[in-house]
């Protein structure tokens, strides 16, 4: 552990911040703020392997799979932020993507870092949501070493499910082990080993482009619209009326009838209005687009 340990640049020490602590508040800030710089640089040099992870998404969902995501710690309760917030924002099943912690859902708000050293707890949890070959595992660590996430990639492997790995340090073992390996190399932290800092917020930024862009091409954005919002409180059904409205080009209070009429979903309506159809009428159009608005009214491939 030792050994591995001196060689994760995750690990080493950041001689830009030695001595931070000598600093005035202004000072760390600017510090950080310098240090936060080269998160979206790194992540830029993957934009190709984030591509090839999105597109293996995409495949999964069109056939009926789901996107589970799994770590430990700050890596692990990323991937549960991505996957809590896919049903409010898509409308996805809460069954479609899934987020898996080391030490369970109580690790959320209380650290359980010692359960990240099983490697039977990873595999454990993906046979207890029943994986299978048509889903897809994505392994969060910013180490690249992580037992429970090494353990449930093997197990990913061995039915069949394709993997892909998030980390922030070349040298991890989890990069040799996946189909698509993302190594955004953000460098030393300005706290030495504090990979809540740049490595997670490279992590996060990395699983916004994963679930976005695989909702995208999944049908459920139309233009820029998140055309598929759960209008599940007061401002989220204002904002469906929004849509509607920047979708169709109607006012507020057809916005509203249409939603009403579409059951409250947005998407529905904007059919229902474009193409002057009843809300079954809609549903068949959409299904035939295979979710995409401009396919369901004939406006694109």
Request: with cysteine; charged share 20%; aromatic share 4%.
């Amino acid at each position: 552990m030792a050994y591995e340990l001196n060689n994760m640049i995750t690990e080493a020490p950041n001689i830009n911040t030695y001595d931070i602590d000598t600093k005035s508040p202004y000072e760390i800030l600017k510090l950080m703020n310098e240090e936060d710089k080269k998160v979206t640089w790194a992540i830029e040099q993957e934009l190709h392997n984030i591509a090839l992870a999105v597109e293996a998404i995409i495949e999964a969902f069109n056939n009926n799979g789901r996107l589970i995501y799994m770590g430990a710690g700050t890596s692990g309760r990323l991937g549960l932020l991505d996957a809590a917030e896919c049903p409010p924002t898509f409308s996805t099943p809460r069954e479609q993507v899934i987020g898996l912690i080391a030490g369970g859902k109580g690790a959320v708000v209380n650290a359980a870092e010692g359960a990240e050293d099983c490697l039977d707890y990873g595999k454990k949890d993906l046979e207890n949501i029943k994986l299978t070959n048509r889903d897809i595992v994505v392994g969060i660590t910013a180490s690249g070493r992580t037992p429970y996430v090494i353990g449930g990639l093997n197990y990913a492997k061995e039915i069949g499910a394709k993997t892909i790995s998030i980390s922030c340090n070349p040298n991890g073992k989890i990069n040799e082990m996946t189909d698509i390996t993302i190594c955004p190399v953000v460098g030393p932290e300005i706290l030495t080993g504090s990979t809540r800092l740049k490595a997670g917020t490279a992590q996060k930024l990395v699983l916004n482009m994963l679930s976005t862009a695989s909702m995208i091409g999944t049908g459920r954005i139309y233009k820029n619209l998140m055309i598929d919002v759960s209008p599940t409180n007061e401002k989220l059904v204002e904002r469906a009326k929004r849509i509607i409205m920047m979708a169709t080009g109607v006012d507020y209070n057809q916005a509203e009838a249409a939603l009403k009429s579409a059951e409250n979903k947005p998407k529905v309506a904007v059919v229902m209005i474009m193409t002057g159809c009843s809300y079954k009428e809609a549903l068949i159009k959409i299904d035939g687009g295979n979710g995409f608005i401009h396919r369901a009214v004939g406006r694109g491939k």
